[in-house]
């Protein structure tokens, strides 16, 4: 009898194949979730900042076609519009969960914003709370909000803007808002007294606290530069140097 090739499959290797095939086949349809699938792909545009239009681009549907032909038959890929709709319903879901949790906390809910103009020239205001967790007890900060204020950043301004955040997020209700910690730009003397006449306070100044990094920056401005740091601004770049050289 001639000998069989040793690279040749007999038939029980063919139907252990086959049968591997067969199980990895039904592992991938059944395994398939068409929900599950579009929350990865908008938890990873999300993650990556990436455009909204991203699943749209035909080369990565492409991929998710060979990767699962499922993808396509259950028309689980997914449009710019659904991606943000989807956006907008995670985040308020996790939004319903923070208002639990600032409303559970045994501590008032202290808050620190800070204002910054991004490269493409928009204003944000980043507002961020600061609380005990209710289990634990330990601190805890999140990020409230980035309302965008295009017009000019007056106490008034800025204050109307955390106080709609504030109140998104039930704290004006709750009568939960404790300290604001901010730095010390003028306009945050007007916010302060602002948001403490519309939170009822009887003295706003009494509940802000400075923030200690920027005063050590300011006095280390000082002490290395120059006494007044508000003069750097008067000192051309010659005079500068030449001041610095002293």
Not at 111 to 134: H, K, M, P, Q, V
Not at 156 to 174: P, Q, T, Y
Not at 215 to 234: F, G, Q
Request: with cysteine; charged share 25%; glycine share 4%.
């Amino acid at each position: 009898m001639q000998e069989r090739p040793p690279n040749q499959l007999t038939l029980h290797d063919l139907a252990a194949k086959k049968r591997k095939r067969d199980d990895f086949h039904d592992e991938l349809v059944t395994r398939f979730d068409k929900t599950t699938s579009q929350r990865h792909i908008v938890q990873w545009i999300t993650d990556a900042n990436l455009s909204f239009r991203i699943p749209e681009h035909k080369g990565l549907q492409k991929v998710f076609q060979y990767l699962n032909p499922l993808v396509h038959k259950t028309s689980a890929n997914l449009t710019h519009e659904t991606v943000r709709a989807r956006i907008i319903d995670e985040f308020n879901t996790y939004k319903s969960r923070v208002i639990h949790a600032l409303s559970r906390s045994p501590s008032q809910v202290h808050i620190a914003f800070d204002g910054w103009t991004s490269r493409n020239r928009y204003s944000f205001f980043s507002i961020n709370a600061f609380f005990l967790d209710e289990d634990t007890f330990q601190p805890r900060k999140i990020v409230l909000g980035l309302p965008n204020v295009a017009i000019a950043h007056t106490g008034e301004n800025i204050s109307a803007a955390v106080m709609g955040v504030l109140d998104d997020f039930e704290l004006i209700a709750s009568n939960k808002v404790g300290c604001i910690i901010l730095d010390n730009a003028a306009s945050n003397e007007g916010a302060v007294e602002a948001i403490g006449h519309k939170l009822e306070w009887q003295n706003p100044a009494s509940r802000r606290i400075r923030c200690f990094e920027h005063i050590l920056h300011l006095v280390a401005k000082a002490l290395l530069v120059i006494k007044d740091s508000n003069t750097l601004e008067d000192l051309d770049a010659d005079d500068f140097a030449e001041w610095t050289k002293s």
